[in-house]
């Protein structure tokens, strides 16, 4: 899936410090959420990862090791609504990442799946959110980022329960930015395009059958065919943009979805 432009490691780039702070990163075993920790924990906030993965929490934790933060694992699947919201007790940063995908018809899609999709991606960051704004609105500060998607946006054939499910994210968010704003507490959608993670390599199979074509025709002419920058985003670029929403600078930044998409939804 490599592509010629796929750029090298970022360095990070936002002077962000998030010393006495506590982050509460969703999905953290891998991709974007393990990007996410990482950065913040570079940072020097103490961060709560989140996954139910088990080994992928451990091996993420060997890395956060020596960083100005703490990368603290917490195995938790968040089909446990009542966990989950106990869990976000005391977070100043809450990052919700986790999802999950499957590609099918709607006349062929399982409605059990569709209901995890909705429970994981939607109802599980409801109660995320709910759990973490006493301590949020106590103390006059923090910062909620939801992985969103270009699917949040724009719809796509075949993935109902994700595009039902990001659509809901982006109105849950809209909702807490705007109660969130009397309180010092902010919002926002990062919206990212395809992004080089296990999820999208995992959808490439699906792709294929649900369009009939090889599995080598999908990046091309499925995943990257609306996009003018022909290349898939990495998951450092996300974690990037998350830190920059949590930074002083983008305090008057809420309510709003920003688009890491390779210019995918300016069509």
Not at 48 to 58: P, S, T
Not at 133 to 139: F, K, R, T, V
Request: glycine share 10%; hydrophobic share 45%.
């Amino acid at each position: 899936m490599t592509t010629p432009t796929t750029p090298g490691p970022l360095p990070p780039s936002i002077e962000l410090d998030l010393g006495g702070h506590t982050a509460l990163v969703t999905g953290a075993a891998g991709g974007i959420g393990r990007a996410c920790v990482l950065r913040l924990a570079a940072a020097g906030a103490k961060v709560r990862a989140v996954d139910r993965d088990a080994e992928g929490l451990d091996a993420l934790a060997g890395q956060g090791a020596g960083l100005a933060g703490s990368v603290e694992p917490l195995v938790l699947d968040l089909t446990d609504l009542e966990a989950a919201e106990q869990a976000a007790t005391g977070t100043d940063v809450l990052v919700n990442n986790a999802g999950l995908q499957l590609v099918r018809p709607i006349e062929q899609f399982p409605p059990e799946v569709f209901h995890t999709v909705l429970t994981v991606m939607l109802e599980a960051p409801f109660r995320l959110i709910r759990g973490s704004l006493p301590h949020m609105y106590g103390q006059g500060w923090g910062r909620i980022v939801n992985i969103s998607s270009v699917h949040g946006l724009r719809a796509s054939a075949y993935k109902s329960a994700y595009v039902a499910a990001k659509h809901g994210l982006e109105g849950l968010s809209k909702t807490a930015a705007l109660e969130g704003a009397p309180h010092g507490v902010t919002s926002n959608c990062v919206s990212p395009g395809y992004v080089r993670t296990p999820l999208v390599e995992r959808q490439i199979a699906d792709q294929a059958a649900a369009h009939g074509i090889p599995e080598e025709r999908v990046l091309t002419e499925v995943l990257l065919k609306d996009s003018a920058l022909k290349r898939l985003v990495e998951p450092d670029e996300v974690a990037e943009a998350v830190a920059y929403l949590c930074a002083p600078q983008a305090s008057f930044i809420t309510g709003t979805s920003l688009a890491l998409d390779g210019g995918w939804t300016a069509h």
